[in-house]
């Protein structure tokens, strides 16, 4: 390991993993509740395991972002991190207001919590992936603003790189479009047109900055090709990702009460936003062609190419299929919004942080290069369990969607939302047995770093 303050990913990286195998086990849970409603109920009710699903899935990818920064930011700017223990605090706030909102949800109803958190102060709370407590809220902007300063100063006393700079800018707009969270205008269509601010310009603006600039990095690190053509690449991506991701927020506007326009304006550069995610593809696969070293991680390797690949698919194809507003009319709302979010986040976001943290744990836990052949041998094989079984749950999402679609909104005869549901249901139950497989090879993951072996044979 380079510089010793890199050490402060670590916890982070462990934290990410953790609160990953609890996304997953409520997904699993959910899964069963959408076949049968009374399981778990009323301990675990459905609304309460998908609000813990979601909450879940945020946080753990924000530990993955910061591990990320902290770890990069040292080599990039090769200068030690400004403050370690401030890195470490911040972590510590971060954790114990994660757990203990998720333990709100779970402990008492959500209008308890409210009361108990003084929503009634500043009213935040009640929308959908923003259910934290206003608190929480506050706590999650306390850590992002330290981080950032934390970042910036290190950056301002170091070489200052391309992927560095998008990777801050990446988590300065991360910081910033949260703080629309604690915006809550009592109109409806204001509300939504605010929300997405924070839901959509994550996920489809910035987030991606923060993705370009980490696979940028291992990418580098891994093939030896010059740092200038990669930092090419890594512009024109996320230009393309910025110029289609803002205007492209427009296809969340197409039936909340906004003017028509947005339904021209979001169909166009909704139909472009695939556009970087299929020039991620190009760029990573070109990359390795062109590698002047085989780096011995084969398991990081193998994330890395998995990520722009499933991203275009996840992101880029199952976005498309369904963002034209005239398609959109019919589809927004069905299990297809669902099949492309579980994809979409899975590609773009899940299989990144997984690169980074099979890349850099093994370094940080003081392996020359990777881990042993045997324990990536498991690694590899938890790649394609995890990434099989999602390419399954999004054709069983799918196609319930279709069938959705065209029995409730499309047939001359209608049918009720439930009949439909029951209607359905066979596609749930599959969907369920992928989630379980999907389960099984996050356990894999989890136990390929506790596999050892002589860890010379990695780096020979």
Known sequence: MQYQSQAVAKPYFIAAIGLFVGQIVFGAI????????DF?????????????????????????????????????TETELYSPKLAL?????????????????????????????????LPTMGREFLEQPTITKIGIVIVALGMLFNISMT?????????????????????????????N??????????????????????????????????????TGVDREIIEKWLYVIIAMALISGIIGTGHHYFWIGTPEYWQWWGSIFSAIEPIPFFMMVIFAFNMV?????????????????????????????????????????????????????????YGAYVMIVLAIISYAMPLLRGRAAGNSKKAQIVEMWSFWLMTVSMVFITLFLT????LQVWLQRINENPMGFMEVQDKIAIFYWMREVAGVIFLIGLIVYVTSFFIGGDEEEASS
Do not use: C
């Open 30 to 37: 959910l899964g069963l509740q959408y076949v049968m409603g």
């Open 40 to 76: 778990l109920f009323p301990e675990i009710p459905f609304n309460v395991a998908r609000m813990v699903h979601t909450n879940l899935l945020i946080v753990w990818l924000l530990f993955g972002f910061m591990g990320a920064a902290y770890y990069m930011v040292p080599e990039e």
């Open 89 to 121: 605090i911040l972590f510590w706030v971060f954790l114990a207001a994660g757990v203990l909102t998720i333990i709100g949800y779970l402990a008492v109803p959500y209008a308890t919590l409210a009361q108990i958190t003084g929503n009634d102060l």
């Open 155 to 183: 950056v301002l006393k170091g070489r200052k790189t391309a992927i560095i700079m998008v990777l801050l800018l990446g988590l300065w707009g991360l910081a910033i479009f949260f703080l629309f969270s604690f915006y």
């Open 185 to 222: 205008p009592e109109n409806l269509v204001l509300d939504k047109i605010f929300w997405w601010w924070v839901v959509h310009l994550w996920v489809e603006g910035v987030w991606e900055l923060i993705l370009g600039s980490i696979l940028a990095f291992v990418l580098i690190k891994m």
């Open 289 to 345: 062609n062109k590698r002047k070293r085989d780096h011995p991680n084969k398991a990081a390797m193998l994330w890395a190419m998995g990520t722009p690949v499933m991203a275009f698919l996840g992101a880029g194809v199952w976005g498309f299929m369904h963002t034209l507003a005239p398609v959109n009319y019919y589809t927004h709302g069905t299990q297809i919004t669902a099949a492309h979010g579980h994809m979409a986040f």
């Open 399 to 402: 196609g319930a969607g279709i």
